[in-house]
């Protein structure tokens, strides 16, 4: 977005300047609590693999490149992705380098110490607090944020492509915060009734601060190896580090988090030695459940349906205290939490933007479903999509006439849409999530940003299911993207993630138990030799039988289904395997025709490949390093009986659900709710207008 990274920071200084409470600022800008906030980072920080339909944005890493940009299809380092060729186009061929090395991560390796109580730091009277300092950016590396692996910062590159957004200002530490903040503690030791009282809680009464056996337990054993000294309090107040939890806990919304989830009652004005052992073991307690929410989310995915299946990597509760204890950086190892994806960045960055603009809620009514609307066509919702984009009423307000087309194609666009002046169902799922709560729609896709690995690989395939796009990713940096079909509503793609192992060449197709049952067995009760006809064997104990001579009116079970290698097979000519309990992979199809299209959902859940001999040189290139396999060498394996290739180096595919993203040109794109998911997150969140408490036991199932 040209200009909208000044207009962001512009608006972050005014903001902080105004709101931003003198105690709790005063405390965080003290040199001697912690080191002092990050210069402004640089857009290239922020950019990545955006989910967009054009390009892919820049990425982060090393210095020097990672693969070669003149045959990638790229002007220069940095460019997104080449733009995609037309079906049936010779793709150019794809060499790749080498990847960029990572990082160790600092702060993982310091959360496994287990440290002697942090000595209080004196914090002066907070009367002259100082002026707060600009949140402009998350630290690079080397300034206290976590390595590479655990995140991804970056390094300068060009930035021609890259969406211009700063990282989002955190909400004034007043708001969210209890009526009477805690004083700043100023007495280096705290009282022995304090770690008397601290044992008989965690002893007694751990339930009342963790409901997770494991986080008690995590309670027990930290403050165990401190002999129950506390840290987040000190003296008759609260410590350097409990000031920073409390300022993650009021500035949890800038995660797309609810500051409510993580309220704490405020400490006494003159607490005794109980207050104090009870208001440690709240913090400490609230620490580990903002650190799960903001890590892996606030409800379990699977609740949604069978196919949403991530893997969650939940952080280990001994390992966040001892993280926070030890960090030279509390507020860093807070952000740490968050998913270190560079389109999570910047999913961040739009939503602090659409909090601080009041039109964030404004609302337009819903246009209807309907057919498609062509230019000159008239509909009784034309009047609908005039108010929508801003147009005057006309004399013929039924008729789609030129002034409007062009406003629909300027819109389309803007959106990431096929500026067309088409007005199809993809349109007008992005007209309608345009005109609702866009904080909603960020908010509900920030959270499944928290269902993908929480370490970042260093090299992974993504398939986005709502955007019908599959991307290879390098150290942040789209390599290679290109269209896909999903699954159908009713066949849908899971979510979920694997690693990729090895391709099969000239693949045959086991008929899968569900479709043979759903479409199969109709159709053999029809016509015995209707799939015959699609070069499809019925198999029965290892042999091909013939299918006229079975009753399939009494079922098909004992009975398999395959069709050989061949022009005909459902698979095409390759599939590319990660194993999983689904049985999806990505696959060939000679069904190509279907690229073409914008509405791309007509698989029985794999994920079909447009491209597949590109696709597999840019797999092999980084699964085979130097075995050299330009896209002639695999053509050679097309033809004949099945054949395998295995990789040498591994990396996950994620098959993710983004109805909503930045596109490489820093535009909020959103896309059709193919399955509903989206929906139903926000209403696992409450963010349908009713409230739940994330993990406090009042959330309700999501339908």
């Not at 903040?181 to 044992?199: L, Q, R």
């Not at 062509?374 to 013929?396: H, K, N, Q, Y």
Request: glycine share 10%; hydrophobic share 40%.
């Amino acid at each position: 977005m040209s200009g909208s990274g000044a207009d962001l920071g512009g608006h972050r200084r005014r903001h902080l300047a105004g709101t931003a409470c003198t105690l709790l600022m005063g405390a965080l800008a003290t040199a001697a609590f912690m080191p002092p906030f990050m210069p402004a980072a640089s857009a290239q920080e922020f950019s990545g693999a955006p989910i967009a339909t054009d390009r892919a944005g820049n990425g982060t890493g090393d210095a020097g490149p990672a693969f070669d940009p003149a045959r990638a299809g790229l002007a220069h380092a940095g460019q997104g992705a080449a733009p995609l060729v037309g079906p049936g186009n010779v793709p150019e061929p794809f060499d790749i380098n080498q990847t960029r090395t990572r990082r160790p991560n600092p702060a993982a390796s310091a959360a496994l110490a287990m440290q002697a109580p942090v000595a209080e730091t004196h914090v002066g009277p907070a009367s002259a607090a100082p002026a707060a300092p600009a949140l402009d950016a998350a630290p690079s590396v080397g300034q206290g944020a976590p390595g590479t692996g655990a995140s991804t910062p970056a390094t300068s590159t060009p930035a021609t492509s890259t969406p211009s957004l700063s990282t989002p200002p955190a909400p004034a530490l007043g708001s969210g915060t209890p009526e009477s903040a805690p004083a700043v503690a100023g007495t280096p030791a705290p009282a022995p009734g304090v770690s008397v009282a601290i044992a008989d809680l965690l002893a007694n009464h751990a339930v009342r601060f963790a409901a997770r056996a494991g986080e008690q337990q995590a309670l027990a054993s930290f403050y165990g190896a401190r002999a129950n000294q506390p840290l987040f309090t000190a003296g008759t107040g609260v410590s350097p580090i409990g000031i920073a939890a409390l300022a993650a806990f009021a500035g949890a919304a800038a995660e797309g988090l609810n500051p409510a989830d993580y309220a704490i009652p405020p400490l006494a004005a003159h607490p005794s030695d109980a207050d104090l052992a009870d208001y440690e073991l709240r913090i400490a307690a609230t620490a580990l459940l903002y650190a799960r929410h903001a890590q892996t989310g606030r409800f379990d995915p699977a609740r949604i349906s069978k196919d949403v299946d991530p893997t969650l990597t939940p952080p280990d509760p001994l390992e966040t205290l001892s993280l926070l204890a030890t960090s030279p950086n509390p507020a860093v190892a807070f952000a740490s939490f968050a998913p270190q994806y560079d389109e999570y960045r910047l999913l961040k960055a739009q939503l602090a933007h659409l909090q601080s603009q009041a039109q964030a809620r404004a609302v337009h009514a819903a246009i209807p479903p309907g057919p498609s609307v062509r230019p000159g066509d008239r509909d009784a919702r034309v009047p609908l999509l005039r108010s929508r984009l801003g147009l005057a009423r006309t004399a013929e307000e039924s008729l789609y006439d030129p002034a409007l087309v062009e406003a629909v194609r300027q819109f389309q666009a803007g959106s990431g849409q096929k500026a067309d002046g088409i007005v199809g169902r993809g349109t007008l799922a992005a007209l309608n999530a345009g005109q609702g709560d866009r904080v909603a729609d960020i908010i509900a896709n920030m959270e499944r940003w928290r269902w993908l690995p929480h370490k970042v690989a260093p090299v992974y395939v993504m398939v986005n299911i709502p955007e019908f796009m599959v991307r290879v990713v390098v150290n942040e940096q789209t390599v290679h993207e290109t269209r896909v079909v999903v699954g159908k509503p009713e066949n849908q793609t899971p979510i979920m993630s694997e690693d990729l192992q090895y391709a099969v060449f000239n693949p045959a197709w086991n008929v899968p138990p569900g479709i043979i049952k759903n479409e199969m067995l109709p159709k053999l009760q029809a016509d015995p030799y209707a799939l015959d006809r699609q070069g499809i064997d019925v198999v029965r104990n290892g042999r091909i039988i013939d299918p006229g001579s079975v009753d399939w009116r009494r079922g098909s079970q004992g009975y398999s289904f395959r069709q050989a290698p061949g022009e005909r097979n459902a698979l095409g000519q390759m599939k590319f395997m990660f194993p999983n309990k689904h049985s999806v992979y990505l696959h060939d199809t000679p069904s190509r025709s279907l690229f073409s299209r914008d509405y791309r959902a007509f698989s029985h859940g794999c994920v079909r490949v447009f491209e597949p001999l590109k696709f597999a040189e840019v797999l092999f290139d980084l699964g085979l390093p130097g075995d050299n396999w330009p896209q002639q060498r695999i053509a050679k394996l097309i033809g004949g009986n099945e054949k395998y290739l295995t990789l040498k180096q591994r990396f996950p595919v994620h098959l993710v659900y983004f109805t909503t993203y930045v596109d490489a040109g820093g535009k909020l794109v959103s896309r059709e709710d193919l399955y509903g998911i989206d929906a139903a997150t926000k209403a696992a969140l409450g963010l349908d207008g009713q409230r739940r408490f994330a993990d406090r036991g009042g959330l309700a199932p999501a339908r």
